[in-house]
């Protein structure tokens, strides 16, 4: 069965600390996604990673950076985070090409800034 | 630009039919998929189009037309636990990135 599991449900962080978001997937799948999800916005992606060290920016990622050492973990860092960074941030994972490969998502992890 | 279009909410009664139309204008086209998600949990994949025409599935259908630009979701026989949104998501290439509507949000009412 598919798994993606995300560190936390819920969090709560001040502005100004460094915040990590970890995933993992246990599916071998090369793509991994962090996405934010806000009211009325809908899914945005922030970054992806097609392999193992490989990182590529997504429409948001300002105030973002990501990290990708082993295949099935993908982290997610807020270097300082800000109120604005409130949100329900949403892992996934997919496998490579097209057709009905779509993308798994983890539980989402919802953070406040205070 | 990448957009993608659907209607914010909708309301339907359980056990009538209810349509969830999508449009869209991306860079290419490469697939259209159709996510459930229930207040508070993560999005589930419900069907994915590639060609023109319906894909049946249970109580679910979706319908694409590639020259339009649209697709819709069709779910039959609603039931209160289809209270949830739907998104409309869309792959612009043979990568794997995912462009994602807003999402409509359904309520069924008895």
């Not at chain 2, 209160?80 to 359904?106: E, N």
Request: some cysteine; proline content about 3%.
């Amino acid at each position: 069965d598919v798994k993606v599991t995300q560190s936390s449900r819920y969090l709560v962080k001040r502005t100004g600390e460094k915040v990590f978001l970890e995933c993992v997937q246990d599916m071998d799948h090369e793509n991994m996604f962090w996405y934010r999800q806000d009211p009325g916005l809908g899914l945005r992606l922030i970054y992806f990673s097609y392999d193992v060290k490989m990182k590529e920016k997504g429409d948001i990622p300002e105030g973002y950076s990501v990290s990708r050492e082993k295949k099935e973990r993908f982290s997610l860092i807020l270097e300082s985070a800000s109120t604005n960074q409130t949100s329900m941030y949403l892992c996934a994972s997919g496998l490579t090409g097209g057709g009905t490969d779509t993308q798994y998502f983890g539980p989402g992890t919802r953070l406040t800034v205070l | 630009g990448q957009n993608i279009d659907q209607p914010t909410e909708m309301t339907a009664t359980e056990g009538a039919i209810v349509q969830i139309n999508c449009t869209y204008q991306t860079s290419g086209f490469n697939g259209l998929f159709w996510y459930q998600q229930h207040a508070g949990e993560a999005p589930t994949f419900l069907s994915y189009n590639v060609l023109d025409g319906l894909e049946e599935k249970g109580r679910f259908s979706s319908f694409l037309s590639r020259s339009k630009g649209y697709s819709y979701l069709l779910l039959k026989e609603l039931q209160m636990k289809d209270s949830a949104s739907y998104l409309c998501a869309v792959r612009p290439s043979s990568a794997s990135k995912i462009i994602f509507g807003s999402g409509t949000r359904l309520s069924i009412r008895p």
